[in-house]
């Protein structure tokens, strides 16, 4: 089936191939490369589970974990494989999501089938998965001495109390000491089924093509889906500042609010919109607060914010480096209110316009498009729909989003004493 979206001038071509295996081609006809990307809805969060009958309690950085032994073959490293055919592969977890990827100008044939096969065909023993234990504790080593990474994690440590979000991504030392090849496999048959999982490629190709080599090549059905559990719902946050110490020049800090997480129906593509809206009506980089931020040392170029959604809940995030990182939470937490009193239509409009325009960069770039259509799959729907969804936000919904804004907590990073 072929979805076009005048509006932002693309065509998506889609397909469900029987075993559930959701595809989207995104036609680029003018575009040099290739770029596709194999992803199964399975991240950091999903550390508790029920399938087939059995409770599962993952130690933390399982996800990540099998992203790294999925490229080992029987036969070799899928990695080297690529580079042989002229590919350049990657992979990523994050804590909803676990995707294995690759970009190239020839051989995409080769290397779109090299994709399927390794992603579907795990491979683990005791020997490979000890080896690999080493080298993420080298990696989960440097994430701790990373100011940046520590500071992000303390603020899901601050807002929520049983949320596996609070758990690194990489997990720790002690978590992935658990891990075992018995495990690995218990989590690739669980979470990488085809209906749980979605392939895009944007670039030029055949979506007959793409289906048939896909149903060749992927198995022929999948079991029943995980029910996953994310513990117990509360409203407040579990800490309202989370600190340490870390051989820093000046301290970092990030305040999140909570927001309530997605309501039965509702478009997860218009909540994201709605909540980076949102964001920059706060303190974007043209708003009035971030001005007088700056203006007041409060912050640095660093400064950034987000909105994130995951399973059960969703948060804004705002920060970075300052001098005082209790004067920048007041500041926020004011401006916040302020939006929730009240917004200027002019205002509202032009932060729309910005936020279109970074939207629609988005479709010039392979990579960060055919990421993001694979979230929006998993979601039933497609990013280039963004448009329509943007267009009908109001100031009534942005200032209904500020005043969920309520629940905080800071996270701070400060320089060693």
Known sequence: M???????????????????LRISYLEKPAFSKN??????????????????????????GVAHFLEH???????????????????????????????????????????????????????????????????????????????????YGGLYEGLYREHPIRESIAGSC?????????????????????????????????????????????????????ERRYGKRSDAACQPEVTRRMQVSRPQALLGFRDRPLAEGESPLRRQLLGDLCCRLLSGPASALYARLFSDRLITRNYDSEYS??????????????????ALREALENGVRACAAGIEKTEFERTRNALQGAWLRVLDDPAAYAQQEARAL????????????????????ALEMFRRWKASSQSIILPLE
């Not at 072929?2 to 559930?20: I, Q, Y």
């Not at 770029?35 to 933390?60: N, Q, R, Y």
């Open 174 to 226: 002690e978590s992935i000491a658990e891990i075992t090849p018995e495990l690995l496999y218990a989590c690739h048959r669980a979470f990488y089924a085809p209906a749980n999982m979605a392939l895009v490629v944007c670039g030029t190709a055949d979506l007959d093509t793409l289906c048939e080599t896909a149903e060749r090549l992927t198995p022929k059905a999948s079991p029943v889906k995980p």
């Open 35 to 60: 770029f596709a990307i194999l992803a199964t809805d399975f991240g950091s969060c999903d550390a508790h589970f029920t399938v087939e009958g059995k409770a599962w309690d993952l130690p933390a």
């Open 69 to 151: 032994k999925m490229f080992e073959d029987e036969d070799g490293n899928a990695l080297q494989k690529f580079a042989a055919a002229g590919a350049s592969p990657n992979a990523f977890t994050s804590r909803t999501t676990t995707a294995y990827h690759f970009t190239c100008t020839e051989n995409f044939a080769e290397n779109f089938e090299l994709l399927l096969r390794f992603v579907f065909t795990p491979y683990f023993t005791g020997e490979n998965v000890a080896k690999e234990r080493g080298i993420i504790a080298q990696e989960i080593g440097m994430l701790d001495d990373t100011p940046g990474w520590r500071v």
């Open 2 to 20: 072929k979805v076009e979206f005048s509006r932002v001038r693309e065509s998506v071509h889609t397909a469900t191939l029987p075993n559930g």
């Open 378 to 397: 998993f979601r039933g729907e497609h990013y280039a729909a963004f448009a329509g969804r943007l267009d009908a936000l109001t100031e009534a919904d």
């Open 309 to 326: 959604i995951f399973p059960e809940g969703a948060v804004s995030v705002f920060g970075g480096e300052t001098s005082d990182p209790h």
